[in-house]
């Protein structure tokens, strides 16, 4: 019904336009030498154009344009099934490559945690901000779900 109601609508346009166009159409300069162009002869000297024009072919405007609304449901069809079929081999491939490049940064941290003496971070301006016991506990509780979910 959509592609119906286009095609009518495409083809009525077209009926319209190709009357308008049917009329002659004449080129004049004018005092300023500026060229103009117009439905009406207008200034001193006006020129008639050898405009040809053919009616437009109302079949073709909508099977063109059935065409295109087709060519279109097609490429919309196929980015779903791609879509569908999930990850190509290589995006799977590095998604496991981040993952992994993921866990090991994560153990590191849990390394460096259990070795530092005192844990800290560093604000703005560069300088160390020592984190205090319940900031400790949820950076190693931070870690410890980062390893379970990279790791496993």
Not at 77 to 92: D, F, M, T, V
Request: hydrophobic share 35%; glycine share 4%; with cysteine.
């Amino acid at each position: 019904m959509k592609t119906q109601v286009i095609a009518f609508a495409a083809t009525l346009t077209l009926a319209i336009s190709s009357a308008a166009v049917a009329g002659d159409i004449y080129k004049w300069v004018d005092e300023d030498g500026n060229v103009h162009y117009g439905d009406k002869p207008v200034g001193a000297q006006p020129e008639r154009m050898a405009i040809a024009s053919r009616p437009t072919d109302p079949t073709r405007v909508a099977a063109q344009t059935q065409a295109r609304l087709e060519a279109r449901t097609q490429a919309r069809e196929a980015e779903s099934a791609a879509a569908a079929e999930g990850p190509s081999e290589e995006e799977r491939q590095a998604q496991e490559q981040a993952r992994r490049e993921a866990c090991e940064k994560s153990r590191a941290d849990m390394q460096r945690m259990v070795t530092a003496r005192r844990l800290y971070r560093e604000d703005e301006s560069g300088e160390r901000v020592y984190l205090d016991e319940a900031e400790m506990q949820a950076t190693r509780q931070r870690v410890e779900d980062q390893i379970s979910e990279f790791c496993s």
